[in-house]
């Protein structure tokens, strides 16, 4: 599946998944609506026809009271008026049936009783008999009209309370729906946030990868394996296969490469030695006398060829090296005696640049070390060199040797020009030279450092540096005491310290 393909589907589920909530709350709202109408539709509707039913018995009850006190012809119409008014609102209230079905064929009932009982009323009004009117009326239709008003009370009270019913039963479900579509939420935030992170995951860790097999190979590591199978049907498959194929070239470029400088090294070799040869025979007078300036350019030629010779012999040593032909041969080492070589031949030109020069010794350090005396000896004496051609006048550099854990430590520091931290990571590569070369008064080859780190990973250890400009450098070499005798050419990284 490709890489679009994945995100797209991932977006998809996301989406999907975000859906349900909203589902369950539209669910939820549908219910209240349906519960509502109900409301609506029954409940609203049966107060309003049971508020005309009470407005109905009043006016019953008044025209009642007034009709023995006018001829029939006027009060009977409006107490029949009333009477039918308050049936026909009995049968509508009828209607809506379930709970107020008994009630409602009681209210029906009472309103039979005073239909039944006008005509009664009628003939006693009628024959002017006032007891007669007196008992219809307190007999028949004011029973008949109380027992109407106690139906009307009782439907009142059971809409009421089926009403309270349904709005408590809409509350519950509003509730009910509200902590469901939370829930709902955070479980689905929390598989969406899963998904998510799967998806992330399925890109970073292949960008890591590579990203981690790039900074290896511009370490000059081309062997270093990538953790991304270049058989894999998607984009980072194909910048896998395009990655091992690059390796593999600029493997070949840097074999080549330094192959050249092998042979182009031995090649230099023998006419520089020649070349000595013939300079140190003219100097020693073989071909002749030599006149004072012949004498002065024979010397400068001398000093330009070993200047050449030792830049040969330097890449030889990084030929060796990078190809796997470099060898240490470690040896029983007494650490006293190897620090008291370096302090006495760094003593001199410590005087003769005004340079003050500190060795110090920590505590628990081993009293021999296996080392290659003779390749650490050009390691630690290289970076002597460069922190005394770095550091002006009244400047201090230290030697400092110091126990760390299982390994000896050493550390060269200066308060030279110091190195800026963008170029701290480069300084170990070949011919890289940095900014800080103007502070010299001669610039160097830019080998002696990367000649430096093959050696101390020959050793087992490594090295590290830290600077920062305008303060000063620390070089500090971490070796085991016991080297192992192996060959070169392994491309571990470089560690960089932080800048002070």
């Given at each position: ?66 009709y023995p006190l006018f ?51 009628r003939a006693a009004s ?204 470690p040896r029983e080492v ?167």
């Amino acid at each position: 599946m490709t890489l679009r393909a994945r995100l797209t589907l991932g977006f998809l589920a996301i989406a999907a998944l975000l859906l349900i909530p909203l589902g369950m709350s539209i669910d939820a709202l549908r219910s209240v609506r349906e519960t509502t109408a109900e409301l609506e539709r029954s409940d609203f509707s049966a107060s309003l026809v049971l508020g005309q039913a009470i407005r109905a018995l009043e006016t019953a009850r008044e025209k009642e009271q007034v009709y023995p006190l006018f001829p029939d012809s006027v009060a009977r119409g409006p107490l029949l008026a009333a009477i039918d008014t308050l049936g026909i609102r009995a049968d509508s209230l009828a209607i809506f049936g379930g709970e107020l079905q008994p009630a409602t064929d009681a209210l029906r009932e009472a309103v039979d009783s005073m239909r039944a009982a006008m005509p009664a009323y009628r003939a006693a009004s009628l024959a002017e008999n006032t007891a007669a009117m007196d008992s219809v009326s307190e007999q028949r239709m004011r029973p008949a009209l109380a027992r109407a008003e106690g139906r009307l009370q009782q439907i009142g009270l059971t809409l009421e309370g089926r009403a309270r019913r349904l709005a408590s039963d809409a509350t519950k479900q509003v509730s009910r729906a509200t902590d469901t579509a939370l829930w709902a939420l955070a479980l689905v935030v929390l598989l969406a946030a899963g998904v998510a992170i799967q998806i992330t995951h399925s890109i970073s860790r292949p960008v890591r990868e590579l990203e981690r097999g790039l900074e290896a190979v511009a370490d000059g590591d081309f062997d270093r394996p990538l953790g991304i199978s270049a058989t894999r049907d998607d984009e980072f498959g194909r910048l896998a296969s395009s990655y091992h194929e690059m390796a593999r070239r600029l493997a070949e470029l840097d074999k080549l490469k330094a192959e050249f400088v092998s042979v182009a090294s031995h090649e230099l070799k023998t006419p520089i030695n020649v070349i000595l040869g013939y300079l140190q025979l003219l100097e020693e007078g073989l071909y002749g006398p030599l006149t004072p300036r012949q004498h002065e350019v024979v010397a400068t030629l001398t000093a330009q060829g070993q200047g050449l010779a030792r830049l040969v012999q330097q890449l030889l040593d990084v030929s060796r090296f990078e190809a796997g032909g470099g060898r240490i041969d470690p040896r029983e080492v007494r650490l006293g005696a190897f620090v008291d070589e370096l302090e006495s031949a760094f003593r001199v030109l410590a005087h003769q640049r005004e340079v003050r020069f500190t060795v110090l010794l920590g505590e628990g350090l081993p009293e021999t070390v296996y080392w290659d005396a003779d390749r650490m000896s050009e390691v630690v004496g290289n970076l002597l060199s460069n922190a005394f051609k770095f550091t002006e006048r009244g400047g201090r550099v230290d030697l400092e040797v110091v126990r760390a854990a299982e390994n000896v430590q050493l550390v060269v520091r200066d308060t030279g020009a110091g190195i800026p931290a963008e170029q701290l990571p480069h300084v170990f590569r070949k011919f890289y030279q940095a900014d800080n070369q103007t502070a010299a008064s001669l610039k160097g080859t830019g080998l002696g450092l990367a000649i430096a780190k093959e050696i101390v990973e020959a050793h087992g250890g490594q090295i590290t540096v830290d600077s920062t400009p305008g303060v000063g450098t620390e070089f500090a070499i971490e070796l085991p005491v016991r080297a192992s005798r192996r060959h070169t050419g392994a491309h571990a990284p470089i560690t960089v310290g932080a800048a002070r």
